[in-house]
């Protein structure tokens, strides 16, 4: 591990000691993991103290670990994931945050890195997290009338309604999903002399 990730590891773990609940280093990289109701305290601190200064939010993803590995997952499913670089040490972290299963909230960040804004929809949307405090939280890459939340490993690959313009109501209109059975039989069979020969036919 090189001496700038122990250093960065040695201090976060200084700066927020009884506030982790893990520290890993991976790939030269540390990931922390940090209670729900301290995210922002966190994330304030990892931009503002100077021994951090990530003055620099890369992404924020959400994970759903619904059917994670091998092994029956007993954690909490929903977690939010913050990337964060520092220009001025050239060093990076990830933050990683757990959230309730049946209602995944956290606080919103935008007002430390206002890049947070798009992210944050982006969770929403497609994972269906609310960050409290976002000024306008709305879908971002579906469609308004979208039902459910795509990146949930519980969705269905189909989706649950289609749209289509119907020319009566002159308008794009919603309806449930209808599937038609696809029958995956060769409609035509052809006699020629491959087939011949592999049926022990005439050389």
């Known amino acids: 591990m090189p001496d700038k990730i122990q250093t960065l590891a040695a201090h976060a773990q200084s700066r927020f000691e ?47 670990y619904l059917e994670y590995g091998e092994e029956q997952w007993t954690g909490a499913r929903f977690a939010v994931v913050y990337h964060l670089l520092s220009l001025k040490h050239n060093h990076r972290i990830r933050v990683r945050t757990f959230l309730d299963d049946d209602a995944p909230r956290t606080r919103s960040i935008r007002d430390i890195w206002i890049v947070a804004d798009w992210f944050e929809r982006e969770a929403f949307d497609l994972f269906g997290f609310l960050f409290e405090g976002h000024p306008d939280l709305r879908r971002i890459l579906t469609d308004y009338g979208f039902i459910g939340h795509p990146f949930r490993k519980d ?46 036919g005439e050389d």
């Open 18 to 64: 009884g506030i982790l609940t893990d520290s890993v280093v991976s790939l030269n990289e540390l990931t922390i993991e940090v209670p729900n109701g301290n995210i922002h305290e966190v994330c304030q601190a990892l931009r503002d103290d100077a021994e951090f200064a990530f003055d620099m939010l890369i992404d924020i993803c959400g994970v759903d």
């Open 155 to 200: 969705f269905p690959l189909s989706g649950n309604v289609e749209m289509r313009y119907d020319p009566e109501k002159q308008r794009v209109i919603y309806e449930p999903v209808e599937l038609e059975e696809r029958i995956l039989v060769p409609r035509v069979i052809r006699d020629d002399n491959r087939y011949i020969a592999e049926q022990g």
